[in-house]
DNA sequence: TCTTGATCTCAACAATTGTTGAGATAGTAC
DNA sequence: GTACTATCTCAACAATTGTTGAGATCAAGA
């Protein structure tokens, strides 16, 4: 079998080599608009190398818990069959790592407050602020949920 | 329906209610072995309060990712029918923190390679570590995966 | 007692994220 | 030209995390 070399358009098989994933995963991918390619007039799929990169960052949001509808929606912003310019790109990086900061702020506070149940041993009374959450405010009608946010997204 | 007071076994109705959730997931939390109920004479569950805040573990856990199977591992340490006394609960805790850490190391990890990324203008380059990682490594046979690590859940 | 809401079981369905297999076609190597 | 691998489509299956519905039973208040 051929491979390409620079320049060209690649193979399923190739997609699939270069960014570690089965052949099964790039094909989802692609019928479902997450990365784009041509056909041969055979009907093969032809990718850009640009796919390789829009791989890259589904996996790595995928890594930090997003689903692919978000994944998608955030790729949203970039042309879907060429390759993005540096600008797009810079702009899509920097909204992302704004959400990568509220994902880290988040779980620093869960982290406090962990740290503080622990360190007074409060893990199992009544007043414990993070785990008795609903004990004390059931009126409230979210359990512990209301500590880690009330985002839409918090249940799936 | 009577209300239960403090001391009491509780409904599942009860058990939804204090927790936000819907009685099917607790039914279902309870079919699988997160939270246990003794049963009455006719059938009905009675869950003990205990099973409230083992529920909000369950909670924080996903909305941090864990999976239920990786949740049960953890709650596996407690006493399933019992109340947990405190060190119990203060060991899982700890526990539980030193892996909050670790994912908010990652993120910050990530964090910084996309400041650097966004910051140096490279993101559409060949040279940039993050965004190019297996056009300049194939040969590592993972994507970009290996930046975040190569624990056995990176895929889930 | 009667009625109404809560609970029970069991099966089917749903969304997500793919994998596997069958059967057919394409493309490359020899 | 032949053989072997890659790719194609389409359908079925799988694990996870529940929800919904049917039909039956239970429990609590009036």
């Given at each position: 079998?051929?491979?390409?070399?620079?320049?060209?358009?690649?193979?399923?098989?190739?997609?699939?080599?270069?960014?570690?994933?089965?052949?099964?995963?790039?094909?989802?991918?692609?019928?479902?608009?997450?990365?784009?390619?041509?056909?041969?007039?055979?009907?093969?799929?032809?990718?850009r190398?640009?796919?390789?990169?829009?791989?890259?960052?589904?996996?790595?949001?995928?890594?930090?818990?997003?689903?692919?509808?978000?994944?998608?929606?955030?790729?949203?912003?970039?042309?879907?069959?060429k390759?993005p310019?540096?600008?797009?790109?810079?702009?899509m990086?920097?909204?992302?790592?704004?959400?990568v900061?509220?994902?880290?702020?988040?779980?620093?506070?869960?982290?406090?407050?962990?740290?503080?149940?622990?360190g007074?041993?409060?893990?199992?009374l009544?007043?414990?602020?993070?785990?008795?959450?609903?004990?004390?405010?059931?009126?409230?009608?979210?359990?512990?949920?209301?500590?880690?946010?009330?985002?839409?997204?918090?249940?799936?």
């Open positions: 079998m051929k491979r390409s070399t620079a320049q060209e358009t690649l193979a399923i098989g190739e997609i699939a080599e270069r960014t570690g994933l089965a052949v099964s995963a790039i094909r989802f991918y692609a019928d479902n608009g997450l990365i784009t390619a041509e056909r041969t007039e055979s009907g093969h799929r032809r990718f190398r640009s796919a390789i990169r829009r791989v890259s960052f589904i996996l790595i949001c995928q890594r930090l818990g997003y689903s692919l509808a978000e994944i998608a929606e955030h790729l949203s912003s970039l042309p879907p069959g390759a310019t540096e600008a797009q790109w810079s702009r990086g920097a909204q992302f790592a704004r959400e900061n509220e994902r880290i702020a988040a779980l620093e506070q869960l982290r406090d407050k962990l740290n503080g149940c622990i007074c041993g409060c893990l199992s009544e007043a414990c602020q993070l785990w008795n959450a609903e004990d004390g405010a059931a009126a409230f009608g979210a359990g512990p949920r209301y500590l880690l946010g009330n985002s839409s997204d918090q249940l799936r």
